[in-house]
Each structure stands twice: as structure tokens, then as C-alpha cells.
């Protein structure tokens, strides 16, 4: 990997790009520092989607986010996935590439979703691996997501955190760190959502998500279709005054409002960095 | 120990079969049946595809309505599991397999509204590529002009009717009263095209389409002369034909002009 290792710019607070908002954002000045674009939205696209991209990408730095990637599977790297996603980051010139540390598919079917897998040993020896051809082939580090699960497993043989960690430093990659996904996933198994904050490796971590989720009484659902709660907000500060400064990011998938919406609720997260930062760093000063 | 591969195998033999096996392997959970949990895997499975299909076919899901339109979808996705990484491409088996699978291939207007939807859908985001321009045409000397060939612009789709679905579409898309399913006295040649970011189509005379469907699969200019001579019972057809073929290049159907390599060569 002859690409840069440097550690990618502090970008501020950034939406997702999605198609309801094209208007908005071109037409205005949204208060966005950057946005994040799907990039199976765009690596097939030509027409009008393919013509905003690139007026967005002239504006605001961008970041390229997949869901397909499917770097735990046993199936064999997709190539021509990876050379498509290539040729569009070529193009728009993403201030970095991130995906979801999961599967989606096996034997030639694509399920679309974030499957989780048992942490094995097996496992990280497998993905560490694959993450490495990956930059290789992108010339560049990618970003892993930890994802949101409703089930675990028997076989594994470590915490999440631990797998993330390990894998992060064997395979020298970035994190992209959801903090919403912590909390669902914390839910969900019964741990503390904190344990799994601390026991991420700090300087790997390049980028947040928060999001909003579905709360089934049992479970949650990561759906990415309300508002964030306060319980994730919380999360957030803890992650700040445990990371520090990190490109911090709204997802919102379904039941998309219109973009000032988002925009005030990307203030809260501003006013939250800013109030945990400065007593962050006003601690540091006093230590 | 089960290896990742076969716990892989297993895991998405869950979701997509219903075939519960996996959950030996899965974990208690504090507040939930194991089932419950694995259920969120299967029931996002079924609900994303389905969410997918209903977008792209948005008009055939009016049509249909919901109930007859979920008992299609859920077919389509048991009998079609998704292949490519990007979900965009899930639904673009969708209007032959209304056009193959009984009973839905007894109502042809299905499978026809369903292409008419898929045209736009794949002419709205195709790949770019240069238009052709008359300009390139015009410096091409007269008697390199029946060798020249022709290249098809990638946001360009043709397709034949012999139901008035067109008639369905419009309805839909305008929310007034929609006509009765019915088959056409004779059928009807379309395509589908991007002007600038727009899908659009338009009908074509039977002789363009002729000459179109012949030019598009690479054909001369002097062969789809010919055709339009035998179709037009004349013997020049040069000037229609090249009256065609200023439509097509000034609505954008066409990317490139080619001659043989022994000949001059322009490609825009």
C-alpha cells in the first residue's frame, strides 16, 4: 500500500447525502461540514445522481461509505466491486472510504444486510487478511463500522471489542465508530455499552455515526428512522471525553425529514462536542 | 467446531430458506427467544428486497395494489435471491419474470408496465457517455457514409408493447382514472431516452424501430437503407433514413459514429 498513511482530516459535522435533500443542499447553504454518500448509490450511476455527486463533491468534502463490501465472508473478494468502488473514489476524491466490519452474503447471493459472525480466532486471521488486500488493492486504509446485532454466538472467543482492536492493529486500519450501534448492541446482549468504548483502540478511530433506532421492548432495531435519543447523545459525550475530537456524522435512512431538521439536530451534536471537549480539555490543562 | 465458512452457509440458509439450523450455534439472550432475534435477520431480508422492488416498480405496486403486489414481490424475491453487491440491480429480472411465471404471465400488462418502469429506471442513471453530434457526421465525406456504423448511447432502451400498459402508466403518473387492462389492435415500438437528467420515452413508427433496432445492433448506413427501402417500398430511402438518424442523434440516442478501420474514422 503506497497510499498515505496519514491519519485523515478532522472534517466537523456531517449528514448523509440523500436524494431528498439534493435541492436543499445545492441550492443553499446548509450548516454541513461535509457529507458522507453511500457509495453503492453512486459506483453504477451515471445520469443525474452521478451529476450531483460531483457538484457536491466540488463543495464539501466527502466521504464514501459502503455496504457491500462483505469483508468478513468466506466468499472470494468481489474484484469488480472493488474495482468500481476504486474508479468512483478516483473520481470524487473521498477524504477516506469506510465500510461495515460484517458479511452479506455467501455462494453468490447478496442477502443487503450487516450479518454478524462468531469472534474466532479463525475469523480475525480471515478478515485481517482481506482487509489487507483490500487496501492494497484501493491503495488506501479503509474504515471498519462496528454493526448493530441481535444475536451472538456460542463459538466466540472474544468480546467485540477486543475482535475490533485486534483486527485494527493487524490489519492497520482505520474505525469508523457508531456509537448508536454500541447502544443497540449493548441492549441487545446485556453489556455495558461503556466497557465496549473503552476497550476500543482510541487513535484508530476516524469518524462517528449517530443515529436514531427502534426500541421493541425485547430488543432494539437499528433502523435509522427516529430522532437520536438521549441515551445515545450520553453515549456520544462518553465517546468524546474518551477520544476526543472525531468527524462526527448524522445517519438517518427512513422516514427522512427535511434537511433543517437534521441540520438542528446536528447542532445538538456540536453543542454536545463543544461542551465535552472544552471540560475535556480543561481537565487535561489541570492534570 | 463449526468453520466461518459453514456457519456462513448456515446463517444465510436461515434468512433465505427459513431453515432454523443456525440457532444451536446462537447465543442466549437476556431479554429474547433466540428466534425473535434471528427473525430481525429474516424479516430485514424479505422487507429491504421488497422495499427495493416496490420503489423501482412503483406503478405495477399501484396497479397491482398492496395485497396482490406483496404476493408478486415475495415470489419474485423467493424465486430470485439477490446476486449483485448493489441492491439497484435486484429488480431487473422483475419484468421477465412477470412475462414467464404463471398466472402473472396471463395478464401481459403486467410484465410490459414493469419494463416500461425498468426503461426508466436504467435510462435515468446509465452510465454517461458522449452524444453523438450532427457535426461529427457532417465531416465525414459522402462516400465513406454507407460504411458508417453506429453505437447506441447507454441511457438508451427499446422495447415493444401489444397492451395499452403506456396507457396504464400514464394514468398513474397523472392519478386519474386508469383504463382496463387491454391488448393493443397492433403493437406499439418504444423507447426510452435521457434528455439531459430526465427518463423519458416516445413511440416509434414501425419502419424506426425497424431501422433502429438493425442500426443498434451495428448495422451500416447502408444496410439500414435497405431495410427502410424494402419496408418503404422504395428505392432511395438514403434521405429518410438520414432524417432518422438526425432525430436519434439530436435526442441523444446514439454515442458514436465508426467506419471500418480502413476507412476514416470519427468517434466523438
Given amino acids: ?89 478516483d473520481e470524487i476524491q473521498p477524504k477516506w472510504i469506510s465500510d461495515h466490519l460484517c458479511w452479506t452474503g455467501v455462494h453468490g447471493i447478496n442477502l443487503h444486510d450487516l450479518l454478524p459472525f462468531p469472534y474466532t480466532r479463525e475469523a480475525l486471521d480471515h478478515i485481517a487478511d482481506r482487509v489487507c488486500r483490500v487496501q492494497e488493492f484501493l491503495d488506501r486504509r479503509i474504515a471498519l463500522e462496528n454493526v448493530s446485532t441481535y444475536v451472538t454466538f456460542n463459538e466466540s472467543e472474544m468480546t467485540e471489542w477486543e475482535f475490533i482492536s485486534e483486527l485494527a492493529e493487524r490489519a492497520d486500519c482505520w474505525l469508523l465508530f457508531d456509537v448508536n ?50 441515551d445515545v447523545w450520553d453515549l456520544y459525550r462518553y465517546t468524546l471525553e474518551r477520544i476526543g475530537p472525531v468527524s462526527t456524522m448524522i445517519e438517518r435512512d427512513d422516514c427522512i425529514p427535511p434537511l433543517q431538521e437534521l441540520v438542528a439536530e446536528l447542532d445538538i451534536a456540536r453543542n454536545i462536542a463543544a461542551d465535552t471537549l472544552a471540560a475535556r480539555a480543561g481537565k487535561a490543562a489541570a492534570e | 467446531m463449526t468453520t466461518l465458512a459453514e456457519f456462513q452457509a448456515k446463517l444465510q440458509q436461515a ?23 434471528l427473525g430481525v435477520y429474516q424479516n430485514a431480508y424479505v422487507s429491504r428486497l421488497f422495499d427495493a422492488l416496490a420503489e423501482d416498480y412503483e406503478k405495477l ?31 431487473q429480472a422483475f419484468p421477465e419474470f412477470l412475462r414467464a411465471i404463471s398466472p402473472y404471465c396471463e395478464s401481459s400488462v403486467l410484465a410490459e408496465l414493469a419494463t416500461l418502469e425498468s426503461a426508466l429506471n436504467d435510462v435515468f442513471d446509465a452510465e454517461d457517455a458522449p452524444r453523438l453530434e450532427l457535426q461529427e457526421l457532417a465531416e465525414i465525406a459522402p462516400e465513406h457514409w454507407p460504411d458508417l456504423s453506429f453505437e447506441s448511447h447507454p441511457a438508451v432502451r427499446r422495447f415493444d408493447h401489444g397492451t395499452n400498459a403506456v396507457e396504464i402508466w400514464r394514468a398513474l403518473d397523472a392519478d386519474s382514472t386508469l383504463p382496463e ?88
Fill in chain 2, 15 to 37: 434468512i433465505v430458506d427459513g431453515d432454523n439450523q443456525v440457532l444451536d450455534q446462537i447465543a442466549s439472550s437476556p431479554r429474547e427467544e433466540k428466534s425473535t432475534l
Fill in chain 2, 181 to 268: 387492462p387491454a391488448d393493443l389492435d397492433e403493437p406499439i415500438n418504444l423507447i426510452a431516452f435521457r434528455p439531459e437528467f430526465t427518463a423519458r420515452f416516445r413511440e416509434m413508427s414501425p419502419a424506426e424501430a425497424t431501422i433502429w433496432d438493425a442500426a443498434a445492433a451495428g448495422a451500416r448506413f447502408a444496410d439500414i437503407c435497405e431495410l427502410l427501402e424494402a419496408y418503404d417500398n422504395t428505392d432511395d430511402a438514403a434521405p429518410a433514413a438520414a432524417g432518422f438518424l438526425r432525430g436519434w442523434i439530436e435526442a441523444g440516442f446514439l454515442t458514436k459514429a465508426t467506419l471500418p478501420a480502413s476507412r476514416q474514422s470519427t468517434t466523438s
Fill in chain 2, 61 to 91: 405496486a399501484a396497479l397491482l395494489g398492496d395485497q396482490q403486489f406483496d404476493v408478486v414481490a415475495r415470489h419474485y424475491i423467493t424465486a430470485n435471491p439477490s446476486r449483485s453487491p448493489n441492491l439497484r440491480w435486484f429488480g
Fill in chain 1, 181 to 230: 450501534n454500541v447502544y443497540v448492541s449493548a441492549f441487545n446482549h446485556g453489556y455495558d455499552a461503556k466497557a465496549f468504548i473503552d476497550g476500543i483502540p482510541a487513535e484508530r478511530v476516524i469518524q462517528l455515526h449517530v443515529a436514531g433506532h427502534d426500541h421493541m421492548g425485547t430488543h432494539i432495531i437499528d433502523t435509522h428512522d427516529h430522532q437520536i435519543c438521549d
Fill in chain 1, 1 to 89: 500500500m503506497s497510499g498515505s498513511n496519514e491519519r485523515p482530516p478532522y472534517l466537523g459535522f456531517g449528514l448523509g447525502l440523500r436524494s431528498k435533500h439534493y435541492n436543499e443542499v445545492l441550492d443553499g447553504e446548509p450548516r454541513v461540514d461535509w457529507f458522507e454518500v453511500l457509495s453503492e448509490n453512486y459506483m453504477d450511476a451515471g445520469g443525474q445522481p452521478r451529476h450531483i455527486l460531483n457538484q457536491i463533491a466540488e463543495r464539501f468534502p466527502v466521504v464514501m461509505h459502503g455496504v457491500s463490501l462483505s469483508i468478513a465472508s468466506t466468499a472470494e473478494l468481489d474484484i469488480a466491486y472493488l474495482t468500481r468502488l476504486k474508479h468512483l473514489a
